[in-house]
């Protein structure tokens, strides 16, 4: 007999989720999709719907960061950091967009490989540690303690 998870809610999502993340500790979730809007959810009791904001494409995936930033990777070219209440905190342009999108297991060591197949390593406050380019980077792994990563081309 195939093992069942009983759901904590259904939530009807008007647009293609294509990034999503729930906090560390799992109190609400955060996910967006082709319409740049960001929607999240409070599970602390009954799951009840915040007030969603926008960023200015699409967003290809989801990340939630130390001090509960949630980090967004877009469709055509920037990477931002917003608080779980939609204030903007940062933005980074990168090339392409992002394809992945990594974290340290504490949430301040961010890595993203952008369209261009380069990595960029930001701290959870957007500041940018590194960038690295060697070949098409396709895959990426982060420590997490946030001590080392890893990359694979194709």
């Not at 301040?108 to 990595?119: Q, Y």
Request: glycine residues 14%; aromatic residues 4%.
């Amino acid at each position: 007999m195939p093992m069942v998870i009983d759901p904590v809610a259904e939530i009807e999502c008007s647009a293609v989720v294509q990034g999503i993340d729930v906090s560390p500790d799992g109190t609400w979730l955060a996910w967006g999709g082709e319409d740049g809007e960001i929607r999240i959810i409070d599970l602390t009791e009954q799951p009840k719907q915040l007030e969603p904001f926008n960023v200015e494409d699409s967003v290809t995936k989801i990340r939630i960061a130390h001090g509960n930033m949630i980090v967004i990777g877009t469709h055509t070219g920037d990477i931002h950091g917003h608080e779980r209440l939609g204030g903007h905190r940062w933005s980074q342009s990168i090339g392409g967009g992002c394809d992945h999108l990594e974290m340290s297991g504490d949430g301040t060591i961010i890595g993203c490989i952008d369209g261009a197949r380069n990595l960029h390593i930001y701290s959870e406050n957007g500041l940018l540690r590194g960038k690295f380019s060697s070949g098409e980077l396709v895959l990426l792994a982060i420590a997490r303690d946030g001590t080392g990563l890893a990359v694979a081309d194709d």
